[in-house]
């Protein structure tokens, strides 16, 4: 098999800033969290997803406007690879995401999704024949130790009480899609654009993508936002859990790499788990205290290797 291979122009070295930016993905990711909880019963999954993408499209219009002829050449040039990122990080990391989510509980959710940054390793080794660290994957281990211990609440015999289903198969392939959408985001073509304006473009893809699966949807008794909390809950996911998180994701993935980047996704389940205790009155518990320690030191064992500060 031929190895796929992306030329790179030199990532820039990692300043105070770039870890800064990486420290805050886990948390506009996990916003979703906030503004999403409860939102899954009052709008239907493909079109939440396509109002979030088409929405945050239409909020950094600006950015694409400011960068059009980049933009334009990207999408004539690269059509294809245009195509798929919306596709993947949009449509399938959303609405195929969302649907899973109705069909299966957010425990395994949960754990089958931070096996995306598994799945970057996997794919780099395979296609990009990039050698893997061993603290790397010893440090994502524990990291993913550290996630099991807080979804399964310190009981590891709940582990063999979890029931898989077909919504597990939608988040698989979800965690899949993120790995693929990860690697595709270090293409030359895609560092032309500034973040904003590529994560625009992107939407814009995702939410074509989603339109015609929203439109079924609805046309079938699908739910739209009919209540002032219901778009609260939208505009929270679109500030925060999609402009503020894809454009610090995609400044990640430029400056460390995707695998790193890959990282913040177990840091997710943890930072969660704070941001519920302030804002929503949740109780912490002792194992979500084993469960942080876990997933801190199993991200600083893997991105330990990563250059100095500067």
Same mark, same amino acid.
């Given at each position: 098999m031929r190895k796929l291979e992306m030329p790179m122009s030199p990532a820039p070295s990692p300043r105070l800033r770039d870890w800064l930016i990486f420290l805050a993905v886990p948390f506009f990711f996990s916003s979703n969290v906030i503004f999403g909880r409860g939102i899954s019963g009052e709008v239907s999954p493909f079109?939440?997803?396509?109002?979030?993408?088409?929405?945050?499209?239409?909020?950094?219009?600006p950015f694409i406007l400011g960068d059009w002829r980049a933009c334009v050449t990207f999408i004539r040039k690269k059509t294809m690879l245009w195509f798929v990122l919306g596709a993947l990080g949009m449509a399938v990391c959303g609405?195929?995401?969302?649907?899973? =989510?109705?069909?299966?509980? %957010? &425990?395994?959710?949960?754990?089958?999704?931070?096996?995306?940054s598994l799945f970057i390793i996997i794919f780099q080794r395979i296609f990009q024949a990039r050698p893997i660290?061993?603290?790397?994957?010893?440090?994502?281990l524990i990291a993913f130790a550290g996630v099991a211990e807080i979804v399964l609440k310190g009981d590891i015999s709940q582990l063999w009480a979890l029931n898989f289903?077909?919504?597990?198969l939608a988040i698989l392939s979800g965690a899949i899609a993120f790995a693929?959408?990860?690697?595709?985001l270090r293409d030359p073509a895609a560092r032309d654009l500034a973040s904003l304006s590529?994560?625009?473009t992107i939407a814009f893809s995702g939410a074509l993508v989603l339109a015609p699966l929203a439109g079924m949807e609805l046309f079938n008794g699908g739910l739209?936002?009919?209540?002032?909390?219901?778009?609260?809950?939208?505009?929270?996911?679109? =500030?925060?859990?999609?402009? %503020? &998180?894809?454009?610090c994701f995609t400044h990640t993935v430029r400056v460390f790499g995707p695998v790193t980047a890959g990282i913040t996704l177990y840091m997710m389940p943890p930072v969660s788990i704070v941001m519920a205790v302030l804002f929503l009155g949740e109780t912490f518990e002792p194992y979500h205290a084993v469960g942080i320690i876990l997933v801190t030191g199993g991200v600083v064992l893997a991105t330990a290797p990563l250059g100095k500060i500067r």
């Open positions: 079109t939440t997803a396509f109002l979030r993408w088409s929405l945050s499209t239409l909020f950094v219009l609405g195929v995401v969302y649907w899973g =989510l109705t069909k299966t509980s %957010a &425990a395994n959710g949960t754990l089958i999704y931070t096996t995306s660290r061993r603290l790397e994957l010893i440090g994502m289903n077909i919504g597990d693929i959408y990860s690697l595709l590529l994560f625009g739209l936002p009919s209540t002032p909390t219901a778009w609260a809950k939208i505009g929270g996911i679109i =500030l925060f859990a999609s402009i %503020a &998180a894809f454009y």
